[in-house]
């Protein structure tokens, strides 16, 4: 099985994740694959026409995309605890829907880092502003049900936000979002305790630290 991506994509950290968690590390081979939104990646495109990571490649050669659909499929592959994706009922909707918080949430970020990353001639203040606007109404919506997300069975819907508040904190620090929510800070401060946070913690390989990982802690994508 091979797992396309690379350290720093939040989604592919979500697979990561899943795949720390349910015991699969020794079955998928992590295989870096570069693709942004304005370049496309040939090979990648044979397997994924979205041009996306993260892209699945099981044994038998079926091509899985997109996150989630990865995740609910490693979930199926192995019975390990936590069980990611409840099965039905009230437990299933609020995961899935916290879970499409979390995402949206990054896809916002994504966008919103490449609007502001261009010139700055080229760049809409309407759109920075309204991302800004989705943003801290989304950290506040997650301050506010932490009660329930942080007593809820550990699923895919604290797997997003964990690679939410990661990838704010590894690309917009200057957002802030620990200021004012305490609840948020004390469940991330237990999330990133967990084995498959700190192996899939991102990095940039220029700035690859070793010593950012406990020992015995190996980064899921060996540095380049
Ligand atoms: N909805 C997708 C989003 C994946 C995504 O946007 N990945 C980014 C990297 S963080 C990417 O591959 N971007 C390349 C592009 O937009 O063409 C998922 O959940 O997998």
Same mark, same amino acid.
């Given at each position: 099985?091979? @797992?396309?991506?690379?350290?720093?994509? /939040?989604?592919?950290? !979500?697979?990561?994740?899943?795949?720390?968690?349910?015991?699969?590390?020794?079955?998928?081979?992590?295989?870096?694959?570069?693709?942004?939104?304005?370049?496309?990646?040939?090979?990648?495109?044979?397997?994924?026409?979205?041009? !996306?990571?993260?892209?699945?490649? =099981?044994?038998?050669?079926?091509? @899985?995309?997109? *996150?989630?659909?990865?995740? %609910?499929?490693?979930?199926?592959?192995?019975?390990? $605890?936590?069980?990611?994706?409840?099965?039905?009922?009230?437990?299933?909707?609020?995961?899935?829907?916290?879970?499409?918080?979390? *995402?949206?949430? #990054?896809?916002?970020?994504?966008?919103?880092?490449? +609007?502001?990353?261009? #010139?700055? +001639?080229?760049?809409?203040? +309407?759109?920075?502003?309204?991302?800004?606007?989705?943003?801290?109404?989304?950290?506040?919506?997650? %301050?506010? %049900?932490?009660?329930?997300?942080?007593?809820?069975?550990?699923?895919?819907?604290?797997?997003?936000?964990?690679?939410?508040?990661?990838?704010?904190?590894?690309?917009? $620090?200057?957002?802030?979002?620990?200021?004012?929510?305490?609840?948020?800070?004390?469940?991330? +401060?237990?999330?990133?305790?967990?084995?498959?946070?700190?192996? =899939?913690?991102?990095?940039?390989? $220029?700035?690859?630290?070793?010593?950012?990982?406990?020992?015995?802690? %190996?980064?899921?994508? /060996?540095?380049?």
């Amino acid at each position: 099985v091979k @797992l396309y991506g690379g350290p720093i994509s /939040p989604f592919v950290r !979500k697979v990561g994740i899943c795949i720390i968690d349910k015991g699969l590390d020794r079955q998928v081979e992590p295989v870096r694959a570069f693709t942004a939104m304005v370049q496309v990646n040939r090979q990648l495109m044979q397997r994924n026409p979205l041009s !996306k990571i993260p892209t699945l490649e =099981t044994a038998s050669g079926t091509v @899985l995309y997109d *996150s989630d659909v990865i995740c %609910e499929y490693l979930d199926a592959q192995s019975s390990v $605890a936590p069980q990611l994706f409840p099965p039905a009922g009230d437990a299933r909707w609020q995961a899935m829907c916290w879970n499409a918080l979390g *995402s949206g949430a #990054l896809d916002a970020l994504v966008l919103w880092r490449f +609007e502001r990353n261009r #010139l700055p +001639e080229q760049q809409s203040p +309407e759109v920075l502003t309204a991302f800004a606007a989705k943003l801290a109404v989304v950290f506040n919506r997650i %301050e506010a %049900e932490m009660p329930m997300i942080a007593s809820a069975s550990y699923s895919i819907a604290h797997v997003s936000f964990g690679c939410l508040l990661g990838y704010s904190d590894f690309r917009f $620090a200057d957002l802030d979002w620990r200021a004012g929510r305490p609840r948020t800070c004390d469940w991330y +401060e237990r999330f990133t305790q967990r084995p498959s946070a700190q192996r =899939t913690r991102p990095y940039d390989d $220029a700035r690859f630290d070793g010593k950012a990982y406990p020992a015995g802690f %190996e980064p899921f994508w /060996p540095p380049i």
